[in-house]
């Protein structure tokens, strides 16, 4: 199966795991699974950062795409066809963050399994959106 992470699930993965479910850590561990990571988790995490939104105590968040590698992450950019049709996801009231929308249209698009605690992100599904937790 091929998987995309959410920034969360990405932070909890290298930094957490204890806060990961019992599914999805068998789920990272399983080498029958291709697990994905936007840059799009990058820029979030650096932008919240700054923002001060995430705290990362003794933590370099330039090496974060390291940590994805080591873990055996592949790392993905953004494409032209993910970014020229990201209007065709539909807008939800509850839901605006432009970090989540563009990680559920690259799942959307590239058919992947959006791997997310949010329950904001379920709402999604009636657009074509798999997500696991």
């Not at 990680?103 to 997500?131: C, F, H, N, P």
């Amino acid at each position: 199966m091929t998987y995309l992470l959410d920034t969360h699930a990405l932070i909890w993965a290298t930094l957490e795991t204890e806060k990961l479910s019992a599914n999805i850590r068998n789920i990272i561990m399983d080498s029958d699974n291709d697990i994905y990571v936007s840059t799009v988790s990058f820029w979030e995490i650096s932008l919240k950062t700054r923002i001060n939104k995430f705290f990362f105590d003794n933590i370099d968040i330039k090496k974060f795409p390291e940590y994805a590698r080591l873990m055996g992450f592949t790392i993905i950019d953004i494409a032209e066809k993910e970014t020229i049709t990201f209007h065709e996801l539909p807008l939800k009231n509850n839901h605006k963050d432009p970090f989540d929308r563009m990680l559920i249209w690259q799942a959307i698009t590239m058919k992947r399994i959006l791997i997310s605690k949010d329950a904001l992100m379920g709402q999604y599904k009636e657009d074509g959106l798999k997500v696991i937790w």
